[in-house]
T-cell receptor, first 111, second 119 residues
Framework: KQEVTQIPAALSVPEGENLVLNCSFT??????LQWFRQDPGKGLTSLLL?????REQTSGRLNASLDKSSGRSTLYIAASQPGDSATYLC??????????FGSGTKLNVKP | GAVVSQHPSRVICKSGTSVKIECRSL??????MFWYRQFPKKSLMLMAT?????????EQGVEKDKFLINHASLTLSTLTVTSAHPEDSSFYIC???????????????FGPGTRLTVL
Protein backbone atom coordinates (compact mmCIF):
# COMPACT_ATOMS: atom_id res chain seq x y z
CA LYS A 1 0.00 0.00 0.00
CA GLN A 2 1.25 3.47 -0.88
CA GLU A 3 2.50 5.48 2.07
CA VAL A 4 3.25 9.17 1.84
CA THR A 5 5.44 10.91 4.40
CA GLN A 6 6.05 14.60 4.81
CA ILE A 7 8.96 16.11 6.68
CA PRO A 8 9.06 18.27 8.70
CA ALA A 9 5.66 18.10 10.38
CA ALA A 10 5.96 21.75 11.33
CA LEU A 11 8.23 24.59 10.31
CA SER A 12 8.59 28.15 11.54
CA VAL A 13 10.67 30.64 9.59
CA PRO A 14 11.13 34.41 9.49
CA GLU A 15 9.66 36.31 6.61
CA GLY A 16 11.84 36.41 3.50
CA GLU A 17 13.47 33.03 3.92
CA ASN A 18 13.55 30.45 1.20
CA LEU A 19 12.37 27.05 2.37
CA VAL A 20 11.94 23.47 1.24
CA LEU A 21 9.21 21.04 2.16
CA ASN A 22 9.77 17.35 1.61
CA CYS A 23 7.48 14.55 0.54
CA SER A 24 8.38 10.90 0.07
CA PHE A 25 6.33 7.98 -1.16
CA THR A 26 6.93 4.24 -1.03
CA UNK A 27 5.51 3.10 -4.38
CA UNK A 28 7.05 4.79 -7.41
CA UNK A 29 4.22 3.63 -9.69
CA UNK A 30 2.34 6.90 -9.59
CA UNK A 31 0.45 8.86 -12.21
CA UNK A 32 1.10 12.26 -10.76
CA LEU A 33 1.91 14.15 -7.59
CA GLN A 34 0.09 17.22 -6.39
CA TRP A 35 0.90 19.82 -3.75
CA PHE A 36 -1.97 21.45 -1.90
CA ARG A 37 -2.38 24.21 0.60
CA GLN A 38 -4.92 23.98 3.41
CA ASP A 39 -5.81 26.89 5.64
CA PRO A 40 -7.26 26.12 9.10
CA GLY A 41 -10.77 24.71 8.88
CA LYS A 42 -10.79 25.07 5.11
CA GLY A 43 -10.62 22.83 2.08
CA LEU A 44 -7.69 22.26 -0.23
CA THR A 45 -6.21 24.61 -2.76
CA SER A 46 -4.17 22.98 -5.50
CA LEU A 47 -0.75 24.60 -5.89
CA LEU A 48 1.16 22.47 -8.36
CA LEU A 49 0.55 19.25 -10.25
CA UNK A 50 3.47 17.23 -11.60
CA UNK A 51 2.79 14.42 -14.03
CA UNK A 52 4.86 11.26 -13.60
CA UNK A 53 6.81 12.08 -16.75
CA UNK A 54 7.77 15.54 -15.52
CA ARG A 55 10.64 16.58 -13.26
CA GLU A 56 9.34 19.90 -11.98
CA GLN A 57 6.66 22.54 -12.14
CA THR A 58 6.83 26.21 -11.26
CA SER A 59 4.20 28.74 -10.33
CA GLY A 60 5.32 32.14 -9.10
CA ARG A 61 7.41 31.72 -5.98
CA LEU A 62 6.70 28.00 -5.84
CA ASN A 63 8.72 25.26 -7.47
CA ALA A 64 7.97 21.57 -7.08
CA SER A 65 10.29 18.78 -8.15
CA LEU A 66 9.65 15.10 -8.61
CA ASP A 67 12.10 12.20 -8.57
CA LYS A 68 9.83 9.27 -9.16
CA SER A 69 12.52 6.61 -9.03
CA SER A 70 13.61 7.62 -5.55
CA GLY A 71 10.07 8.36 -4.39
CA ARG A 72 10.68 11.99 -3.50
CA SER A 73 9.25 15.40 -4.16
CA THR A 74 10.14 18.81 -2.81
CA LEU A 75 8.22 22.04 -2.68
CA TYR A 76 10.45 25.10 -2.72
CA ILE A 77 8.99 28.39 -1.56
CA ALA A 78 11.06 31.47 -2.34
CA ALA A 79 11.00 34.66 -0.31
CA SER A 80 8.38 33.39 2.12
CA GLN A 81 5.62 35.74 3.32
CA PRO A 82 3.30 35.61 6.34
CA GLY A 83 0.45 34.87 3.94
CA ASP A 84 2.18 31.61 3.08
CA SER A 85 1.39 30.31 6.56
CA ALA A 86 -0.77 27.22 6.13
CA THR A 87 -0.53 23.45 6.07
CA TYR A 88 0.98 22.04 2.90
CA LEU A 89 -0.09 18.59 1.77
CA CYS A 90 1.35 16.41 -0.93
CA UNK A 91 -0.65 13.66 -2.57
CA UNK A 92 0.23 11.00 -5.10
CA UNK A 93 -2.21 9.54 -7.54
CA UNK A 94 -2.07 5.79 -7.84
CA UNK A 95 -4.18 3.12 -9.48
CA UNK A 96 -7.94 3.57 -9.77
CA UNK A 97 -7.49 7.33 -9.47
CA UNK A 98 -6.90 7.08 -5.75
CA UNK A 99 -5.01 9.86 -4.04
CA UNK A 100 -2.77 9.09 -1.10
CA PHE A 101 -2.04 12.05 1.13
CA GLY A 102 0.81 12.85 3.42
CA SER A 103 0.07 14.19 6.88
CA GLY A 104 1.21 17.67 5.92
CA THR A 105 3.74 20.27 6.94
CA LYS A 106 2.39 23.12 9.00
CA LEU A 107 4.25 26.27 7.98
CA ASN A 108 4.38 29.45 10.03
CA VAL A 109 6.07 32.47 8.47
CA LYS A 110 6.77 35.10 11.10
CA PRO A 111 6.60 38.78 10.15
CA GLY B 1 -11.40 26.96 -13.28
CA ALA B 2 -13.17 23.89 -11.97
CA VAL B 3 -15.17 24.65 -8.85
CA VAL B 4 -16.56 22.18 -6.34
CA SER B 5 -18.97 23.23 -3.62
CA GLN B 6 -20.12 21.48 -0.48
CA HIS B 7 -23.21 22.05 1.60
CA PRO B 8 -23.49 22.56 4.45
CA SER B 9 -20.14 23.97 5.47
CA ARG B 10 -20.82 23.21 9.10
CA VAL B 11 -23.41 21.06 10.83
CA ILE B 12 -24.10 20.18 14.43
CA CYS B 13 -26.46 17.34 15.18
CA LYS B 14 -27.59 15.13 18.01
CA SER B 15 -26.39 11.60 18.39
CA GLY B 16 -28.58 9.13 16.52
CA THR B 17 -29.67 11.47 13.76
CA SER B 18 -28.65 11.28 10.11
CA VAL B 19 -26.85 14.01 8.26
CA LYS B 20 -26.60 14.54 4.51
CA ILE B 21 -23.68 16.36 2.92
CA GLU B 22 -23.84 17.50 -0.70
CA CYS B 23 -20.93 17.81 -3.11
CA ARG B 24 -21.51 19.65 -6.39
CA SER B 25 -19.30 20.32 -9.38
CA LEU B 26 -20.39 23.77 -10.48
CA UNK B 27 -18.84 24.28 -13.88
CA UNK B 28 -17.94 20.82 -15.09
CA UNK B 29 -19.37 17.34 -15.19
CA UNK B 30 -17.85 14.89 -12.77
CA UNK B 31 -18.02 11.22 -13.62
CA UNK B 32 -16.21 10.39 -10.42
CA MET B 33 -16.33 11.99 -7.01
CA PHE B 34 -14.34 11.05 -3.95
CA TRP B 35 -15.15 11.42 -0.27
CA TYR B 36 -12.43 11.98 2.29
CA ARG B 37 -12.39 12.28 6.02
CA GLN B 38 -9.86 14.33 7.94
CA PHE B 39 -9.19 13.96 11.64
CA PRO B 40 -7.67 16.86 13.58
CA LYS B 41 -4.04 17.43 12.65
CA LYS B 42 -4.12 14.38 10.41
CA SER B 43 -4.17 13.94 6.70
CA LEU B 44 -7.06 13.10 4.45
CA MET B 45 -8.22 9.52 4.33
CA LEU B 46 -10.15 8.31 1.32
CA MET B 47 -13.48 6.87 2.37
CA ALA B 48 -15.06 5.96 -0.93
CA THR B 49 -15.10 6.51 -4.67
CA UNK B 50 -18.43 7.50 -6.15
CA UNK B 51 -19.18 6.89 -9.82
CA UNK B 52 -22.21 8.45 -11.46
CA UNK B 53 -25.00 5.96 -11.90
CA UNK B 54 -23.34 3.10 -10.04
CA UNK B 55 -22.62 1.96 -6.52
CA UNK B 56 -19.82 3.57 -4.60
CA UNK B 57 -16.60 1.71 -3.90
CA UNK B 58 -15.66 1.88 -0.24
CA GLU B 59 -12.18 1.70 1.21
CA GLN B 60 -11.30 -1.03 3.63
CA GLY B 61 -12.64 -0.35 7.08
CA VAL B 62 -15.33 2.11 5.98
CA GLU B 63 -18.86 0.96 6.78
CA LYS B 64 -21.00 1.36 3.69
CA ASP B 65 -24.21 1.15 5.69
CA LYS B 66 -22.97 3.90 7.95
CA PHE B 67 -21.80 6.23 5.21
CA LEU B 68 -24.31 6.13 2.38
CA ILE B 69 -23.12 7.61 -0.90
CA ASN B 70 -25.30 8.50 -3.83
CA HIS B 71 -24.05 9.92 -7.14
CA ALA B 72 -27.28 10.42 -9.04
CA SER B 73 -26.08 12.98 -11.55
CA LEU B 74 -22.87 14.20 -13.17
CA THR B 75 -22.79 17.22 -10.89
CA LEU B 76 -23.98 15.93 -7.53
CA SER B 77 -22.86 13.35 -5.01
CA THR B 78 -24.22 13.05 -1.49
CA LEU B 79 -22.79 11.48 1.65
CA THR B 80 -25.25 10.57 4.37
CA VAL B 81 -23.90 9.77 7.81
CA THR B 82 -26.57 7.54 9.31
CA SER B 83 -27.24 7.31 13.03
CA ALA B 84 -24.37 9.64 13.73
CA HIS B 85 -22.34 9.29 16.91
CA PRO B 86 -19.74 11.59 18.46
CA GLU B 87 -16.91 9.53 16.95
CA ASP B 88 -18.25 10.47 13.51
CA SER B 89 -17.39 14.09 14.22
CA SER B 90 -14.83 15.10 11.63
CA PHE B 91 -14.06 17.24 8.62
CA TYR B 92 -15.45 15.69 5.45
CA ILE B 93 -14.08 16.79 2.08
CA CYS B 94 -15.20 15.76 -1.36
CA UNK B 95 -13.36 16.00 -4.64
CA UNK B 96 -14.48 15.66 -8.21
CA UNK B 97 -12.84 14.50 -11.37
CA UNK B 98 -13.98 15.55 -14.82
CA UNK B 99 -15.14 13.28 -17.60
CA UNK B 100 -12.75 11.49 -19.91
CA UNK B 101 -11.42 13.67 -22.70
CA UNK B 102 -11.72 16.91 -20.75
CA UNK B 103 -8.92 18.95 -19.14
CA UNK B 104 -10.31 18.19 -15.69
CA UNK B 105 -9.99 14.43 -16.17
CA UNK B 106 -6.48 14.14 -14.77
CA UNK B 107 -7.00 16.29 -11.70
CA UNK B 108 -9.14 16.20 -8.63
CA UNK B 109 -10.80 19.41 -7.56
CA PHE B 110 -11.62 19.67 -3.91
CA GLY B 111 -14.60 21.12 -2.15
CA PRO B 112 -14.24 23.44 0.86
CA GLY B 113 -15.18 20.73 3.33
CA THR B 114 -17.97 20.16 5.85
CA ARG B 115 -17.34 20.24 9.58
CA LEU B 116 -19.61 17.71 11.30
CA THR B 117 -20.03 17.82 15.06
CA VAL B 118 -22.16 15.16 16.70
CA LEU B 119 -23.24 15.95 20.25
Amino acid sequence: KQEVTQIPAALSVPEGENLVLNCSFTDSAIYNLQWFRQDPGKGLTSLLLIQSSQREQTSGRLNASLDKSSGRSTLYIAASQPGDSATYLCAVKGNFNKFYFGSGTKLNVKP
Amino acid sequence: GAVVSQHPSRVICKSGTSVKIECRSLDFQATTMFWYRQFPKKSLMLMATSNEGSKATYEQGVEKDKFLINHASLTLSTLTVTSAHPEDSSFYICSARGTSGTPSYNEQFFGPGTRLTVL
